[in-house]
């Protein structure tokens, strides 16, 4: 197994000798404003720059995107993708969005499992911040709430766990004690809205992670990027150096993590 940090939550996984695209935000740096509902909104973003040409990003089998928000999905990818590439989403909404801009090869991942070439994709449950708070937020501005994990797995590979736009919840809790999981990627910049409610994991909540699933490795993504972030990469590096932690990797964007 492969896994290419591309930029924020953009990663390639690279799976029984598959490729998969997650979440492609490729729009060039200041491209868009930062949003007016979160902290920081006078920064624009991305931050940063792809490190790589879009046309080596998309050189791949398969696209997963976790939710269609504008720092996961943007113009950019539907304009570079082919329209017959196999992309999975995590409900019908999705996928009817998706079809709406011309992609023909569209399917809804299953918590029961969806198989793909030898490999069994599990759609998980999140929390993109405290549900009873964020998702009413989300409603009153017409962006949807809901994003999805995934779980890939194989006879011959390390189990892996795509936890998605989430805090530290129940439903990430679960999906640990299912599945197990030997590595797993996090978004973990502490995207954080004007109410204080965080949309992602912070450092709390990545000590749950580890707490609860002490022998995997764990992958800090969704970092540096977005304009209403509140934790670095160079935070996390305190942390982890602080506390002596072990298993915790925080690639570069561009950096490839072999398994």
């Keep these: 197994m492969k896994i290419t940090q591309v930029r924020n939550a953009t990663v390639i996984v690279e799976y029984m000798s598959k490729k998969f695209l997650i979440d492609p935000w490729l729009m060039p740096k200041n491209y868009m404003p930062g949003f007016e509902t979160a902290v920081n909104s006078e920064v624009r973003q991305p931050r940063v720059e792809l490190p790589f040409d879009i046309e080596k990003i998309i050189d791949v089998d ?3 995107v976790t939710h269609i928000h504008p720092d996961h999905w943007d113009e950019f990818a539907e304009k ?3 329209k017959d590439i ?3 989403v995590q409900s019908q909404i999705d996928q009817v969005y998706l079809n709406k801009k011309g ?3 569209v399917e809804v991942l299953n918590k029961n499992g969806t198989s793909y070439e030898n490999i069994m994709l599990y759609k998980t449950d999140t929390q993109h911040g405290k549900r009873e708070i964020v998702k009413p937020l989300c409603i009153s501005i ?4 809901d994003a999805m994990g995934i779980i890939f797995k194989s006879g011959s ?3 892996l766990y795509v936890a998605g736009d989430t805090i530290w919840c129940q439903e990430i809790k679960d999906a640990l004690d299912k599945y197990n999981p030997d590595i797993i990627i996090v978004n973990a910049c502490a995207a954080t809205v004007l109410n204080g409610e965080r949309l992602i994991m912070n450092i709390d909540d990545l000590r749950e992670v580890m707490k609860n699933a002490p022998g995997s490795t764990i992958i ?3 970092m540096d990027t977005v304009s209403h972030q509140t934790i670095t990469r160079n935070d996390l590096k305190e942390f982890v150096k602080k506390e002596s932690i072990k298993n915790f990797l925080i690639p570069n964007d561009g950096e490839v993590l072999n398994f």
């Design 103 to 105: 992609f023909t090869n």
């Design 62 to 64: 398969a696209v997963i």
């Design 157 to 159: 590979e390390k189990t």
């Design 86 to 88: 196999k992309i999975f």
């Design 220 to 222: 800090a993504s969704h």
């Design 142 to 145: 017409g962006m949807p709430y």
């Design 80 to 82: 570079s993708l082919k």
